[in-house]
């Protein structure tokens, strides 16, 4: 059998990407940067006040005390959004709001809670009795986060709402990205009827297309194909056919490529695609292939393993496709919390749940005492993370330590 890492190779060496577009802040959100965003302006774009009170000269206050309080002349008043710099002299103030400008001749602010009278009579004069540290003091300086030009994002970051009011901030209003990926998602199987249909025997709902069209969509992807053939005939080349007619860049089939007599997948695509054994479980069969600038995915049919196989090979494609930085989940180390039994030769993906019942030592554990039985739908939707036991581990024990993926 073939390593997932030669598999996701093969996969990774036939991404392109396409040619970045520019768009509005407003809508990359989910994107990913194609080139470094630098700064149209700095932040702060000047010095600003951190706090509602008084601009003053520190030499004029350093001494104040509740003991020995200094009265200061209000001649200035300095809004949010003002555009004043007026003049203040030795014994002089501005009453002065959180962000506004700071007079170039200050340099140091006076919290109202620090003076006498505090907001009330503000404009006539100030009673400071306890005086800033230093001069500076509660003074936000041009630059202090970024300057003009600096980089405030790098080329593969995804843009969420908190890059996008970075990004807002220092003045970008439009971005370079790369484009989302355009996907088609094809079940195969004659036993598929649509979700709400009265079985009858042999049939069941069909839930992989909404699956993995969630997946694609939570890494990017825009669906723009949600089909469904049976086990006969030529559907999965008719699929491909309609997919490019869309101007898809990657189709992915669930059902149709394993070893049975109805893989219409293998049928219908033998020529377009390799079909290969993987030693992993749940998602040993697998069939990839490139075909005129499209990726076409062959996944196994059964819940677990599409969602797994997803996660192991088509995410990072889309990922790579859009130029992310990382393309792999970040992973870390976690006792386990019960025994379970492993595939021999072959590497799990347990779905599975982190038990936080002690913060301070969290387990991972099965999802569903069924363990990773490839069929086992609704235990995939109380997971939340898959634990990823190496092929050669013949058995789990509690206390072991197990490589857990967060998704």
Do not use: C
């Amino acid at each position: 059998m073939r390593t997932v890492e030669q598999q996701l190779d093969i996969v990774l060496t036939q991404v392109q990407q396409r040619p970045p577009i520019t768009v509005a802040l407003d809508d990359a959100r989910g994107l990913f940067l194609a080139s470094d965003a630098r700064a149209m302006s700095s932040v702060p774009a000047f010095d600003n006040s951190a706090m509602d009170g008084f601009a003053v000269r520190w030499a004029d206050v350093e001494s104040a005390s509740p003991e020995h309080p200094v009265t200061l002349r209000v001649v200035a008043d300095i809004p949010a959004g003002s555009a004043l710099d007026p003049a203040i002299g030795p014994g002089e103030a501005a009453r002065i709001m959180t962000g506004s400008p700071t007079p170039s001749d200050v340099d140091a602010i006076v919290p109202f809670e620090d003076t006498a009278g505090g907001l009330d009579d503000s404009l006539v004069t100030a009673v400071v009795r306890r005086a800033p540290k230093a001069a500076g003091m509660h003074i936000r300086r041009t630059a202090a986060d970024t300057a003009e030009g600096d980089i405030v994002l790098a080329a593969g970051a995804q843009l969420g709402p908190r890059q996008l009011s970075a990004l807002a901030s220092a003045g970008i209003a439009h971005v370079e990205v790369a484009p989302r990926p355009r996907v088609a998602i094809v079940s195969t199987g004659s036993e598929l009827v649509p979700v709400g249909t009265a079985l009858q025997r042999g049939q069941i709902p069909e839930s992989n297309g909404i699956l993995l069209a969630g997946l694609a969509a939570d890494v990017g992807a825009e669906v723009v194909l949600r089909r469904v053939v049976d086990d006969e005939g030529d559907g999965p080349a008719d699929a491909v056919a309609e997919a490019r007619a869309l101007g898809a860049d990657v189709i992915v089939f669930s059902g149709g490529v394993s070893a049975g007599a109805y893989e219409v997948v293998k049928q219908s695509l033998g020529e377009s695609m390799e079909f290969a054994k993987i030693a992993m479980q749940p998602g040993k069969p697998q069939g990839f292939g490139a075909a005129g600038g499209m990726l076409i995915f062959g996944l196994p049919g059964n819940p677990v393993s599409a969602a797994v196989s997803f996660e192991v090979f088509v995410r990072p494609a889309l990922l790579r496709m859009q130029g992310a930085a990382g393309i792999h989940r970040p992973k870390r180390m976690l006792p386990a919390g019960t025994d379970w039994t492993t595939p021999p030769a072959r590497r799990q993906y347990l779905p599975a749940v982190i038990d936080r019942t002690d913060p301070a030592r969290p387990v991972v554990r099965p999802a569903t005492a069924g363990g990773s039985g490839s069929h086992l739908s609704v235990g995939l939707g109380a997971a939340e993370a898959y634990a990823i036991v190496p092929a050669e581990t013949e058995r789990v024990s509690a206390g072991d330590l197990i490589e857990v993926m967060e998704l």
